[in-house]
T-cell receptor, first 114, second 113 residues
Framework: AQKVTQAQTEISVVEKEDVTLDCVYE???????LFWYKQPPSGELVFLIR??????QNEISGRYSWNFQKSTSSFNFTITASQVVDSAVYFC???????????FGPGTRLSVLP | DGGITQSPKYLFRKEGQNVTLSCEQN?????MYWYRQDPGQGLRLIYY???????QKGDIAEGYSVSREKKESFPLTVTSAQKNPTAFYLC????????????FGDGTRLSIL
């Protein structure tokens, strides 16, 4: 069975601080995909990034960066120089090639204070 | 603009009443999904459909029903059998490949009167 754990339920930081959101996953499949989504107060989930199980290169997009480590089954998300607009709930998800595919973690609520 | 439209944004249900939540997409996606989100909780899958005229139960299908008569539409009915329907409901769609991201609508917030 697949499982995604986001151990941090809530995080509060002050604007301009860096923050890392943790994601740990479980699967026996060798081929899988990992995703991060952002859910702002408006409610819609916004897709941020996708990573496949064979690509362990870290990725940077502006203030966002992702660190994928198969050895620890982790796919962590770092926001550099956080801003108030980053305040949202962030979900990590795992997808495998059968069944209902997507498994979401419980989410981490990030509050960035001015 | 392509996207997913959920309606209504807010919905109120009386005891013993069935209500239907609408989900329409113009992304030409084969797969569609319904999730339930409770306050402070993650997403739980209610039903999903990989193709027209076919759908599968998710983790919490009891008290819900769906239909998929058209590719672009996947309505969810919350029946009176669902004893605790107050929640935020999200519809999503995707290309029918497991490596594809799901795209979400704005959600419908259902409350009991």
């Amino acid at each position: 069975a697949q499982k995604v754990t986001q151990a941090q339920t809530e995080i509060s930081v002050v604007e301009k601080e860096d923050v890392t959101l943790d994601c740990v996953y479980e699967t026996r499949d060798t081929t899988y995909y990992l995703f991060w989504y952002k859910q702002p107060p408006s409610g819609e989930l916004v897709f941020l990034i996708r990573r496949n199980s064979f690509d362990e290169q870290n990725e940077i997009s502006g203030r966002y960066s992702w660190n994928f480590q198969k050895s620890t089954s982790s796919f962590n998300f770092t926001i550099t120089a956080s801003q108030v607009v980053d305040s949202a709930v962030y979900f990590c998800a795992l997808s495998v090639n059968y069944g209902q595919n997507f498994v979401f973690g419980p989410g981490t609520r990030l509050s960035v204070l001015p | 603009d392509g996207g997913i439209t959920q309606s209504p944004k807010y919905l109120f249900r009386k005891e013993g009443q069935n209500v239907t939540l609408s989900c329409e997409q113009n992304l030409n996606h084969d797969a569609m999904y319904w999730y339930r989100q409770d306050p402070g909780q993650g997403l739980r899958l209610i039903y999903y459909s990989q193709i027209v005229n076919d759908f599968q139960k998710g983790d919490i299908a009891e008290g819900y029903s769906v239909s998929r008569e058209k590719k672009e539409s996947f309505p969810l009915t919350v029946t009176s059998a669902q004893k605790n329907p107050t929640a935020f409901y999200l519809c999503a769609s995707s290309i029918r490949e497991f490596n594809q991201p799901q795209h979400f609508g704005d959600g419908t917030r259902l409350s009991i009167l």
